[in-house]
C-alpha cells in the first residue's frame, strides 16, 4: 500500500536540510505562510517509503521541529486529497469538467472533490 506523507515545520515558511549519516537526503520544505490570521508550515510531500523512514527516524523529528501533517493512502478507489480541507472560494481555479479520458475511469484516475481535477 503506498502512502502520501505531509510533513510540515511549524514556524517556518521555507527550510532545506540534510538528513542521514551514510546517504544523505537532501529536503525542501517550502510553501509556508504567516499572515494575520495565522500560520501555515512549511511542507514536504513524498510517498517513497525510504525517504518516509528517514525522516521519522531522525532527531528533528523525535524533537517535534519536523511534524507529521496528513496521510493519503494513494491505492484505492479513490483519493482522498488535501484540498477537501480548504474552504470553496471563488478564484481562477480549473472549471469542474472532466476531459472524456477521466469519465468512466474513476479507478485509474482518481479525482479531487474540490476541483475535479486529476491532480491539486
Known amino acids: 500500500m503506498k502512502v502520501l506523507k505531509v510533513y510540515g515545520a511549524p514556524g517556518l515558511q521555507e527550510w532545506t536540510l540534510v538528513l542521514g549519516n551514510g546517504p544523505r537526503l537532501h529536503l525542501h520544505f517550502e510553501h509556508g505562510s504567516q499572515n494575520a490570521f495565522g500560520a501555515?508550515?512549511?511542507?514536504?510531500?513524498?510517498?517513497?517509503?525510504?525517504?518516509q523512514t528517514i525522516i521519522e527516524q531522525s532527531n528533528y523529528f523525535k524533537?517535534?521541529?519536523?511534524?507529521?501533517?496528513?496521510?493519503?493512502?494513494?491505492?484505492g478507489r479513490r483519493t482522498t486529497t488535501l484540498c477537501l480541507l480548504l474552504p470553496k472560494v471563488k478564484s481562477k481555479h480549473r472549471s469542474s469538467r472532466r476531459s472524456s479520458a477521466q469519465v468512466g475511469n474513476e479507478d485509474e484516475f482518481p479525482l479531487c472533490g474540490r476541483c475535479a481535477r486529476i491532480r491539486c
Open 40 to 51: 501555515s508550515p512549511a511542507e514536504y510531500r513524498t510517498d517513497n517509503k525510504f525517504f
Open 63 to 75: 524533537e517535534g521541529r519536523i511534524v507529521l501533517l496528513d496521510e493519503v493512502v494513494l491505492e
